[in-house]
C-alpha cells in the first residue's frame, strides 16, 4: 500500500517540507535507503546521511537545520523518533490486518467466538471456548477446553494454551508459547520413585502483556498462576506454577522462576537470573543478568550477583575478587619471609 507524504504528514500532525505527493511503500533505515523506502533521523550521528539517503521520504525533528541540498521530502514533527515509531505501529497493524477462518481450522460447536476473527490453517479452538473480539489465531494455535482469551488478542503459530487458561485484552503471544502445561510437581517416595502431583489449577494472564517466544508458564497446582497487567516477558522465560508476577514487571530472555514465588510490580528483571520458589520480591526491584536470587528481596533496589546482593555491595566484593592473585602472591611473601626468619633463631 502507497502513502503519500502529506498523507503520513496528516497521521504525525507534521509539517511536509518539499514535494508533497512523494510516494513511500515501506520503511528503512536512513543509511539504507531507496525510493519509496520512508526513514526518519533523529540521533545527530546520523545527520550525515541524509545529504546522500535515497529514501523518497525523511521525519525529522522540528529544529532540524539542513547545511547542504537534500534530495528526499522531508516532513518536520516535534519528536521524530516517537513520531517513527507511531508509524511503525500502524505499519505493523496494517500488514498483519488478518480476518477469516480457515477451511483447515477447528472450531469446536459450544466455543463462543466474536467479530473479525481471524483463525489460520490447522488452528484448533476445544470446547466450552471463549473468544472475544478482532483476535487473530495464527496457523497451528492450539486453544485448549475451557479457555478464555480476550479482545484484540494475538496468538501467533504454535501458541498452546492448556485446558482453564485465560488471557486477557490486547495480548501478544509469540510463535511457541506454551501456557498451563503441568507444574513440577513430584513427590519422593520410600522406595526412590517420584510420585506425580495432579496439577489441577490454571494460568491467567491479564490485559496488554506481551510473551515471547518459546517462553512457558506452568500451570498452578491449585489456584493460578498469574501474570499481571501489562507485564513484559522475552523469549525463553519459564515460569513455575504459583509464579505470581506483578503489573508492569519486564523480564528478559532465560530467566527461571521457581514455583510459588512472588514478583512485585514494575520489577526490572535482566537475562538469565534465576530464582528459587517460594520468595517474595520487591515492587520496584532491579535485577542485574544472571542473577541468582536465594532469599526475599525486600526493597526496591539494585541487586546482583549469586547469591543476589545489593549492587553497591557486589560491586565492591567483585574489586576484592579481582585481587585475590595480588593477595595470594602478599600472602605467600609474608609466610615464606615468616619462615626465613624462623630458620634464623637460635634454637
Known amino acids: 500500500m502507497k502513502f503519500t507524504a502529506t498523507q503520513v504528514a496528516e497521521l504525525l500532525s507534521g509539517k511536509v ?3 508533497p505527493n512523494a510516494e513511500v511503500w515501506n520503511v528503512a533505515k536512513i543509511e539504507e535507503g531507496a525510493p519509496g523506502m520512508l526513514s526518519f533521523l533523529a540521533n545527530p550521528k546520523y545527520t550525515h546521511y541524509i545529504y546522500e539517503t535515497q529514501s523518497s521520504v525523511v521525519i525529522v525533528n522540528d529544529d532540524f537545520e539542513a547545511t547542504a541540498p537534500i534530495q528526499a521530502t522531508l516532513i518536520r514533527v516535534p519528536d521524530a523518533y516517537a513520531s517513527f515509531a507511531k508509524l511503525l505501529a500502524f505499519y505493523d497493524q496494517m500488514s498483519q490486518n488478518k480476518q477469516g477462518v480457515s477451511s483447515m481450522a ?13 483463525l489460520g490453517e490447522f488452528a484448533f479452538v476445544g470446547e466450552n471456548v471463549k473468544i472475544g473480539n478482532n483476535v487473530k489465531l495464527y496457523p497451528q494455535v492450539y486453544v485448549g477446553d475451557n479457555c478464555v482469551v480476550g479482545d484484540n488478542t494475538v496468538l501467533y503459530p504454535g501458541v498452546k494454551l492448556y485446558r ?34 495432579p496439577q489441577v489449577g490454571n494460568v491467567v494472564i491479564e490485559d496488554n502483556v506481551e510473551i515471547g517466544a518459546n517462553t512457558t508458564i506452568d500451570r498452578a497446582t491449585m489456584g493460578s498462576t498469574h501474570i499481571g497487567n501489562g507485564v513484559k516477558l522475552d523469549n525463553l522465560i519459564m515460569l513455575a506454577h504459583n509464579t505470581e508476577v506483578g503489573e508492569n514487571t519486564a523480564i528478559a530472555a532465560q530467566t527461571g522462576v521457581s514455583g510459588s514465588t512472588h514478583i512485585g510490580k514494575n520489577c526490572v528483571i535482566a537475562g538469565q537470573c534465576g530464582f528459587v520458589g517460594h520468595i517474595k520480591v520487591a515492587d520496584g526491584a532491579r535485577i542485574g543478568a544472571q542473577s541468582g536470587v536465594l532469599g526475599n528481596l525486600k526493597k526496591a533496589d539494585d541487586y546482583m550477583g549469586s547469591p543476589t546482593q545489593p549492587l553497591r555491595q557486589y560491586l565492591k566484593s567483585m574489586a576484592h575478587i579481582r585481587r585475590l592473585d595480588e593477595m595470594s ?8 619471609e615468616l619462615a626465613e626468619q624462623k630458620s634464623r633463631q637460635p634454637k
Open 17 to 19: 517540507e518539499g514535494n
Open 106 to 118: 477447528f472450531v469446536s460447536k459450544s466455543a463462543q467466538c466474536g467479530e473479525n476473527l481471524y
Open 164 to 197: 482453564n487458561t485465560v488471557v486477557g485484552k490486547n495480548c501478544i503471544l509469540h510463535a511457541g508459547v506454551v501456557l498451563g502445561a503441568d507444574g513440577f510437581g513430584v513427590a519422593p517416595q520410600p522406595d526412590g520413585h517420584y510420585e506425580k502431583i
Open 329 to 336: 602472591r602478599k600472602i605467600d611473601a609474608l609466610e615464606k
